[in-house]
């Protein structure tokens, strides 16, 4: 009985090597794809991505229909463990995730199971500096009133890049101000600086600035770089003093040269994911494609290609675990 | 009066007014499938957009999201099952309404006051046009916290013949509401490791387990919708207008209610109705009592709930920030048309925003017509057996509640609140109190923690909080007055025993949470747990000790005819442990069925084998039937809105041959 049970396992392995092989010998040609994203319908992520599966698909093999679905859960988390564990690995599911995943087990030790690097990155659609603004009502409009005074800075989740790069100013630079978490959105956290019942946020992108430049104050940068049409504006982590707190900065502030990732499985044929690298980046030169995301939020498209994302990563993650720790902390 | 002429002339043209009414007829659709809710429908139209004047976009996406709170009250009333989280608040009376014959009657009360909210909604949109900023503004944190408090002490009108089990279920709700990832320390709590449960229980399923399920029990029972209450008429819907028409105080206060709160962010459309209605049922009025199918617990939830599409943009053109979470999809149109939320909403671009005006007050209009003229075909589906509806209904809440995250605890979740709901439903413990826990919880304490954070204790001293919170502690108070004075009501109650085990459970599941939130949770994450569970422990702990002397007496007779209907607030009189079993059963059969062939041929296997289970003579009608269930199933869920299924585990095995 075993005997011939056995037999048709090892029957059924060779037909599934055999038809293994037969599908990487061909050449990539995309049929469907779904793009998953980390977050609900309505955000960023989702918007970005339901731009791009209209137009991605003209750059690929096949030329493939896109459709795009949500996987909300935990800042995206719950969708880049998926695409470490579950999700079929031949690029019929592509993933947008948080930038933040490349550092989560880092920075959370109850996350460490899983392996950023084995990610592999398509590309990033954004690079370019993070904000602290307050509003001109506050009264806070430089730089040193910014790091001495008392004063509250908005926040979402502790998660997030709202509070991540608060924390980052306030821990950094040993500033005064408290934060306030537990708004719903950045919209949110504008209309309470509208109201006068906080003075400003961090971590905020150009975007968030375009709208109602006039009433605000831009502080300062994290990240290189400078927004279009802005005076070049000091950088938080220039001022810190110590050199492991500074390193510690700069491995947060990597994430921001690859804003609104791609990612696919770790299994992924190399030839998938160099079709898939290849045509993203024709894609973010394409007028058409530029065209439509320039009427979303006025975001200036500024892709980091796939094999960049990578090198940035892995070199994030090679500094020391002092380094990690003291990042840990500077989060916190 | 020049910006109402441009708006209107502006929508006159063909393609917009075409686009509202596919709106509309698309709003009705995702409005009748549990499972699609308006905020998926906006996500999937929004890329249909982008090639379109802004004009045409807007009409388009609110039609679809004006509407949907009028068809989604078709399988409430029909079924006891919310076509959306909007329409839970009307099954209590819509549905007792079906079951007593006057379903065309409830059809068309809830329908003329959809419409009329809608409108409503949308006037008050056009009026706060001038002075939408400056309202917004005025309202600080603090005062949203004193909203929901405010809306909390509705609970206390939702409680019952046995208030003490009403406030131990609305405890009960907050508590659920608690889990997932919290927002101020960013911890899990009660997630048990699973990802799953990080953003908290989803709240279409819960609604849909909870209302749905039990009220399919005792369809199978009854065999029909409405057993054997006379032949509905046409002339009921008639009645129902007129209801709503005499009913106007009513239907104008609680589209007050739907488009203030509806302004309010984090105060969604399930928070209102259940607001309105309890707002409703303090004064019931001449018909049978509230949750035995009393018309004003139709009218005032849907009033409310299509007013708010109105109340939530305000927020939204004012200010960017979503009056409610479709809004926030709503506000990526904004962005696809350059159109920046703001002061230009209401000076450059006034005219784009009364065609908004103007699309939702029509596209009410169509939504309410058009359902109407379904009434009568609709109404007859109340004389169907159940031995067809059961199926096609279980189809509908199981496929549609896979449908939310493709997974299968979608299946474990819906089938277990479900069971949940069946007890609450026998033994009394209001639903609806746990629902207005449950959808206010979050809210409440994320408003404190924030009004906290921003000003320490000061805002207490605010003049709106201090009016909303005083309102909230005299209607509280005058309620339990009048509990104190009624003190045996001598309603029905349900069976001792069975009552004693719920509520030692209860007792000991709040006495879980209090030490595990105490000594697991952070002190930002622990205190409102703890608060709710202590109070949940106190309330289920009292109601266990009456229920113990009850028992040891045996003087009540367990259960009284005295007043036959049972509804929300008297326990079941007939053996039900048969009916919920079989349901519990079909569920889980599709469940498997789904997992092990995909939901298509899943349907169809289901629909077709339960029909025949459960009685049929011809060999015929459950394949037509099932191959119909098919269609509409694969045009619902797999065309309109297309996504990707999970892979049957069944045809993973067969790509080995």
């Known amino acids: 009985m075993f005997v011939v049970i056995l037999r048709a396992l090892r029957a059924f392995i060779a037909v599934g090597v055999a038809l293994a092989m037969c599908a990487q010998a061909q050449a990539v040609e995309f049929k469907t794809i779904t793009i998953k994203v980390g977050y609900g319908p309505g955000g960023g992520y989702d918007q970005t991505s339901r731009l791009i599966a209209r137009h991605f698909g003209r750059f690929l093999p096949g030329g493939p229909d896109i459709i795009v679905q949500n996987v909300p859960g935990g800042g995206s988390l719950k969708l880049t463990k998926m695409v470490l564990g579950s999700e079929p690995a031949d690029g019929s599911v592509i993933a947008s995730v948080s930038e933040a995943m490349s550092y989560a087990p880092v920075l959370d030790p109850q996350n460490a199971n899983f392996d950023p690097l084995a990610l592999q990155w398509i590309g990033s659609l954004v690079n370019e500096p993070a904000y602290c603004m307050t509003a001109k009502g506050s009264g806070i409009d430089t730089m040193d009133k910014f790091l001495q005074s008392d004063f509250l800075i908005g926040a979402t989740g502790k998660s997030s890049v709202t509070y991540i790069f608060a924390a980052l100013a306030k821990n950094g630079l040993k500033a005064k101000f408290k934060i306030v978490t537990g708004f719903d959105g950045t919209a949110d956290i504008e209309l309470a600086m509208q109201r006068g019942e906080i003075a400003g946020m961090c971590g905020v992108s150009s975007y968030n600035i375009s709208g109602n430049r006039d009433t605000l104050n831009l502080i300062g940068t994290f990240g290189s770089g400078t927004a279009v049409g802005e005076a070049k504006l000091e950088r938080f982590s220039d001022k810190i003093e110590d050199a492991k707190v500074r390193e510690a900065a700069a491995l947060i502030e990597t994430t921001l040269q690859f804003h609104h990732p791609l990612v696919v499985p770790p299994g992924t044929p190399k030839e998938t994911v160099e079709a898939l690298r290849k045509g993203y980046m024709e894609m973010v030169r394409d007028p058409a494609f530029l065209a439509d995301i320039g009427k979303l939020s006025e975001m200036t498209v500024n892709a980091t290609s796939g094999e960049d994302i990578s090198r940035l990563v892995s070199k994030q993650l090679n500094a020391g675990p002092d380094v990690f720790e003291t990042a840990r902390n500077l989060v916190k | ?657």
């Open chain 2, 1 to 657: 009066m020049d910006l109402i002429l441009t708006a209107i002339v502006e929508m006159a043209q063909p393609f917009r007014m075409l686009m509202l009414v596919t709106g509309v007829f698309v709003g009705l659709v995702v409005g009748v499938v549990p499972g699609i809710g308006g905020l998926f429908a906006m996500a999937l139209l929004i890329p249909m957009t982008y090639t379109m004047d802004a004009y045409a976009a807007f009409a388009l996406l609110l039609g679809m999201g004006s509407v949907n709170t009028t068809s989604d009250t078709i399988p409430a009333i029909l079924f006891g099952v919310p076509g959306s989280v909007g329409a839970a608040a009307t099954v209590l009376d819509g549905h007792a309404m079906a079951k007593k014959g006057e379903a065309a009657r409830a059809f068309g009360a809830s329908y003329s006051a959809s419409m009329i909210g809608g409108v409503f909604g949308a006037l008050v949109l056009a009026a706060a046009i001038p002075v939408m900023r400056p309202l917004v503004l005025y309202l600080k944190t603090p005062d949203f916290f004193a909203i929901c408090a405010f809306g909390l002490s509705i609970v206390a009108m939702l409680a019952g013949s046995q208030p003490l089990k009403g406030l131990a279920a609305a405890m009960f709700g907050m508590l659920a509401s608690f889990v997932g990832i919290d927002k101020i320390a960013g911890i899990d709590r009660w997630t048990f490791g699973e990802i799953y449960l990080w953003d908290g229980l989803p709240v279409a399923l819960v609604f849909l387990g909870l209302f749905g399920l039990p009220e399919l029990a005792s369809l199978l029972l009854r065999g029909s919708i409405q057993g054997n209450a006379e032949r509905p008429t046409y002339a009921g819907m008639w009645q129902g207008i007129r209801d709503t028409l005499r009913e106007w105080p009513l239907v104008l206060r609680c589209s007050t209610i739907g488009s203030l709160l509806g302004a309010v962010p984090g105060v969604g459309i399930a928070v209102l109705d259940w607001i309105a209605y309890g707002y409703a049922s303090r004064r019931p009025g001449s018909g049978p009592k509230f949750g035995e199918g009393n018309v004003r617990g139709v009218i005032a939830p849907e009033s409310a709930n299509n007013a708010k599409e109105g109340g939530s943009l305000i927020p939204t053109i004012a200010f960017g920030v979503p009056g409610s979470a479709s809004m926030s999809i709503l506000l990526g149109a904004f962005v696809v048309h350059g159109l920046v939320p703001g002061p230009d909403m209401l000076g450059k671009n006034a005219a784009l925003t009364m065609s908004m005006v103007f699309s939702i007050a029509v596209a009410n209009i169509v939504g309410a017509v058009t359902c109407l003229v379904l009434t009568r075909p609709l109404a007859r589906v109340a004389q169907v057996s159940a031995a067809i509806l059961v199926p096609l209904v279980v189809t509908f809440i199981v496929v549609g509640a896979y449908q939310t995250n493709m997974s299968a605890f979608d299946f474990a979740l819906v089938i277990g609140v479900g069971a949940v709901g069946m007890a609450m439903k026998e033994l009394n413990w209001p639903r609806s109190a746990f629902s207005l826990g449950f959808v206010l919880g979050p809210s409440l304490e994320n408003y404190f923690f924030l009004a906290y954070q921003i000003s320490g204790w000061s805002w207490l001293a605010q003049p709106l909080v201090l009016i909303l919170l005083g309102l909230a502690v005299v209607g509280v108070v005058r309620q339990t007055l009048s509990w104190i004075r009624a003190r045996n009501p001598g309603g029905p109650l349900p069976p001792a025993l069975p009552d004693l085990v719920a509520g030692a459970t209860m007792t000991l599941l709040a006495f879980a949470a209090l030490v595990t939130a105490a000594t697991g949770f952070p002190f930002e994450a622990a205190i409102f747990p703890i608060i709710t569970a202590g109070l949940l422990m106190v309330f289920s702990l009292v109601t266990t000790v009456q229920t113990t002397l009850r028992w040891r007496r045996r003087a009540t007779p367990v259960l009284s005819a005295r007043d036959g209907t049972p509804g929300e607030w008297s326990p079941v009189s007939e053996p039900t442990m048969k009916g919920n079993l079989a349901i519990i059963g079909l569920c889980l059969a599709l469940a498997v069925l789904i997992l092990l062939v995909g939901h298509l041929a899943a349907t169809f296997i289901f629909v077709a084998g339960s029909i025949t289970v459960l009685g049929t003579k011809s060999w015929r009608s459950p394949l037509m039937i099932a191959a119909a269930a098919t269609a509409f199933v694969y045009s619902v869920f797999d065309m309109l809105a297309s996504q990707p299924w999970p892979a049957p585990w069944l045809a993973g095995i067969g790509r080995f041959f």
